[in-house]
Every structure is written in structure tokens, then in C-alpha cells.
């Protein structure tokens, strides 16, 4: 399935891998229950030395997300990363008590993310004991060296500043920060981009890519939408979904930002050029 | 036009130190501080402000300035020292687009 994985990535047996993902060197993917949904979708990367334990339960990886060397993700209710998420080196993401991590989030480097804690001795009357589920929503940043604790929710695009320790929820468009972490009122870390100019910021970067990267693409662009064409590759990009799809074609649609993806290579290309801080499109 | 452009500078900066967690010691007048040690703010308090009033100046103008833009990050003389320094930028910058 076009998948480059290192010779000393060990990986059980029920983990299921999509296609054109990076496995490095010395990774370890460990199941201890074969009952268990293990999958890996497509275009990701899992760099050297991440080891992802399973005791239990099901765990799941989207598409086009990055894990940096050294982490840590251990499941044993659930553990759930959709698309397009970034974790740092040596970060730990525990889902003992189920942990999502929804569409774009980024984890800066050293970032922990608990849903239990559970270790003082009950025969001596210890009563912190929790597993609870901990939710990290679509397109949230939380920078490098922060913690969260377990059964936190954190809201839609909100931001964590640098070593911030969290123990409650944060609701969506907040920036967060401190120990203990409190929001920062009055901080605006997004501008309103119409749907236009967005439209004219794929075009921009579609001419970027094609002078950097490939010189053969050609770029057509008609009424609301560009479309990109290399060889028999085809992209659409649209404010909406056309009403009509043609099979075999990449659509990037701008109002919902979804895309429906066919794998192809300039897709792939385009796409990496695009989702490291450009512009993010989920695969549903 | 720079009246107007005044006018819409002072509201949303009064907005948002009413909304936020930066104290103001001074008044709201082109001489305020935006950078440096004497500014109320720090760079994200900027970053914040700047967008507020980006946003303000679009939908009054409706256009689509983009203020915290290369041009005026890279600008000899910073268009963010104090806020007569910031309507005297927007007004150029609408003047361009214009």
C-alpha cells in the first residue's frame, strides 16, 4: 500500500495501515487485546521511536497527521486523532480514560494530555482514582510544554499558551495560559477571511506551488472555482461542493473545509505544500 | 476620511480594554502607546488590538484590509508606535486599495 516503514518499527499484528504513511525507525505499536480496532488511515507521518501502546480498546488514527519522535500514546478505553493533527516530540497523549483529538489540533513539543490519574494506594485510603474522557475539539493549539488534565474539554480553536497546566475546561475561541491555566481576556489570534479572499489565497499559493514545485501543473481558473491538472491528475478547489462530482477528482471545498480525496499524486503534493500552515482540509 | 478612521480607531480600542484583560492608564488619544515600554500592551495585546480594529475598519469601509500585513511589519518607521501613527497608515493603506 505504499507505506516507507522502517525494518525495526514493530507493529501487532491487528493494526490496520491505509497508505502512503511514514513509519520510522525503532516505533512500536503494541496491542495486548487482539479484539481490539487498531487503524492508521492514509499520508501520515509516525516518526522514530513513538511508541503507542494499546492495553485495551480501540484506537484510531485519521489522515495527514504528524507524530514528532519520542512520544508517548497509551490506550486502554479509546484513543482518537482525527485529521490534520501535529504532536511535538516527546509529548505523552493518554486515552486510559478515552482521549479525541479532533481535526487540526496541534501539540506543542512536551506536551502532556492525561484522562486518568490513578496510583496512591487504596488499602492506605487514597481516593484519587479518575478515568474520565478527555476532548481536544477541532483546530485547537496548545503550545509546547503545557498539561492537560484528565476529563478536561478543551473548545473549538482555542489556544494554549506556552507551559500552561490546565485543570478545567476551556470553552471555543479562548487563549489560555498559566498555572493554573486561566483565559486571557480580550486575545484575538484570528482575523475574518471571506470566502473570496480565501479563494484568491489558493490561487496565490497554487501559482506558488507550481513555480516550486511543478513547473508541468496547469491552473485554470474559471468563475468560483480553480482547478489544478497534472497529467491525469485533476483538483477541484470551490467555495461550495459542486452538485456534480466527477470520480477520480480531488475536491477542496472552501466553505466547509472538507476534501474529497482520491489519493492521487498531486493531491499528496499539493497537499503537503498546503497543510503545514496554509490551509487544512478534512477527510471525513 | 481620517476622522472617520479616528473615530473607528478610538471605539474599538476603548472596546477592547474594556473586554480584556490589558489596563489602561492613560486616555484614548493619538498619543497613545502601542509599542515599546510605555505601551499598555505586549506583542499578542497588539496582535489583538490590531485585528479588532482591522475588522472594524472593513465592515465601516467594506473592504478588506489586512493591517498587520509585510508592509507594515517590515516598515522603517513601525505604522503601530502610537495610535495617530495607525490612522495615518490605514488611511494610506485605504487610499491605496481605493
Known sequence: ?284 | MREKIQEIVFNSTKEFFENSDYELTTSIDNNLRLIGDSSPLDSMGLVSLIVEIEESINDDFDVELVLANEKAMSARTSPFINLETLIIFIEEELKIIS
Open chain 1, 1 to 284: 500500500m505504499n507505506n516507507n516503514i522502517d525494518p525495526t518499527a514493530q507493529i501487532a499484528k491487528n493494526v490496520k495501515i491505509g497508505s502512503h504513511n511514514h513509519i520510522g525507525k525503532n516505533v512500536l505499536i503494541v496491542s495486548k487485546n487482539k479484539h481490539s480496532q487498531i487503524s492508521i488511515g492514509d499520508n501520515n507521518i509516525i516518526n522514530d521511536n513513538v511508541r503507542i501502546i494499546i492495553n485495551d480498546g480501540n484506537f484510531e488514527i485519521g489522515d495527514w497527521n504528524i507524530i514528532h519522535n519520542d512520544t508517548l500514546l497509551i490506550s486502554k478505553d479509546y484513543l482518537k486523532i482525527k485529521n490534520n493533527v501535529w504532536v511535538g516530540q516527546n509529548s505523552v497523549l493518554d486515552g486510559t480514560g478515552g482521549l479525541t483529538i479532533k481535526n487540526g489540533v496541534r501539540i506543542g513539543m512536551q506536551s502532556q494530555i492525561w484522562s486518568h490519574a490513578k496510583t496512591g494506594e487504596e488499602i492506605e485510603g487514597c481516593i484519587l482514582n479518575v478515568a474520565q474522557p478527555t476532548t481536544i475539539e477541532d483546530e485547537v493549539w496548545i503550545q509546547g510544554n503545557c498539561l492537560i488534565g484528565s476529563g478536561i474539554s478543551i473548545g473549538y480553536r482555542s489556544i494554549g499558551l506556552l507551559g500552561s497546566v490546565l485543570h478545567q475546561n476551556i470553552n471555543s475561541n479562548k487563549v489560555f495560559k498559566g498555572n493554573p491555566a486561566k483565559e486571557v481576556k480580550g486575545l484575538k489570534m484570528y482575523r475574518k477571511v471571506s470566502e473570496k479572499r480565501k479563494m484568491r489565497l489558493m490561487m496565490d499559493w497554487s501559482t506558488e506551488f507550481k513555480s516550486i514545485h511543478c513547473q508541468d501543473l496547469e491552473i485554470m481558473n474559471n468563475d468560483n472555482q480553480v482547478k489544478l491538472k497534472l497529467n491525469s491528475d485533476e483538483i477541484i478547489i470551490a467555495i461550495d461542493k459542486p452538485s456534480k462530482i466527477i470520480k477520480n477528482f480531488t475536491y477542496f471545498i472552501i466553505s466547509n473545509k472538507q476534501f474529497i480525496k482520491t489519493n492521487s499524486f498531486l493531491e499528496r503534493t499539493f497537499y503537503k505544500f498546503l497543510y503545514s500552515n496554509k490551509a487544512r482540509f478534512n477527510y471525513n
